[in-house]
């Protein structure tokens, strides 16, 4: 079975402070992406990356940066965090072929409380 | 803004009745997929359905596909207690790099009522 790790279920840092959000899978998937989940407004893609080094901007990408030092690891970085970034963060990853076998595989999720 | 779109937002039924929810997206896809979430947890894939298909079955779940109409539903015939749940739809759309961007809409909640 797929797994997709987050390394927090839960975790409370003050405005200001730097926070690292891990993700680890383990099926040696090109694609992995970082959401955040808020009520009313499902999820919005932040960042995603489709190769070792590789990223791309979601659709709010803006207080958020990402790094893909290894194929299984893609860690989002919140470089300065703020009480609107207060969410529930969700990891993903999927096979990168292109033969539409693009089911994605979630983590359980991290909520970031910023006080 | 939200590539897709889903319809209604929550939705609340007697177990046994059939839920229907639909979605909607703006841009040309590769495919469609319907994704579960419980309270609190990650999402759960359920059913993927490719641009070129029109309708697909798994179990109790019906998926339909109208590319001419950007739209898409998800039947869940025969609720039980246990489908109460978010679903959403997502999109693979394919970006100006080549590369697979998945997308997701802002989700139906569903209550089914033992």
């Known amino acids: 079975d797929v797994k997709v790790t987050q390394s927090s279920r839960y975790l409370v840092k003050r405005t200001g402070e730097k926070v690292f959000l891990e993700c680890v899978q383990d099926m040696d998937h090109e694609n992995m992406f970082w959401y955040r989940q808020d009520p009313g407004l499902g999820l919005r893609l932040i960042y995603f990356?489709?190769?070792?080094?590789?990223?791309e901007k979601g659709d709010i990408p803006e207080g958020y940066s990402v790094s893909r030092e290894k194929k299984e690891r893609f860690s989002l970085i919140l470089e300065s965090a703020s009480t609107n970034q207060t969410s529930m963060y969700l990891c993903a990853s999927s096979p990168g072929d292109r033969v539409l076998n693009t089911e994605a595989f979630f983590g359980q999720g991290t909520r970031l409380t910023v006080v | 803004s939200q590539q897709g779109e889903e319809d209604p937002q929550a939705l609340s039924i007697q177990e046994g009745e059939n839920a229907t929810m639909n979605c909607s997206y703006k841009?040309?896809?590769?495919?469609l997929q319907w994704y579960r979430q419980n309270s609190g947890r990650g999402l759960v894939h359920l059913i993927l359905?490719?641009?070129?298909?029109r309708e697909k079955h798994s179990g109790r779940l019906r998926v339909t596909l109208d590319t001419s109409k950007k739209s898409s539903s998800l039947l869940i015939t025969a609720s039980r207690a246990a489908d109460t749940a978010s679903y959403f739809c997502a999109t693979d759309e394919e970006n100006s790099g080549g590369y697979q961007k998945v997308t997701f809409g802002t989700g139906t909640k569903l209550q089914v009522i033992p």
């Open positions: 990356s489709y190769d070792v080094k590789m990223k």
């Open positions: 359905i490719r641009s070129n298909e």
């Open positions: 841009t040309s896809i590769n495919n």
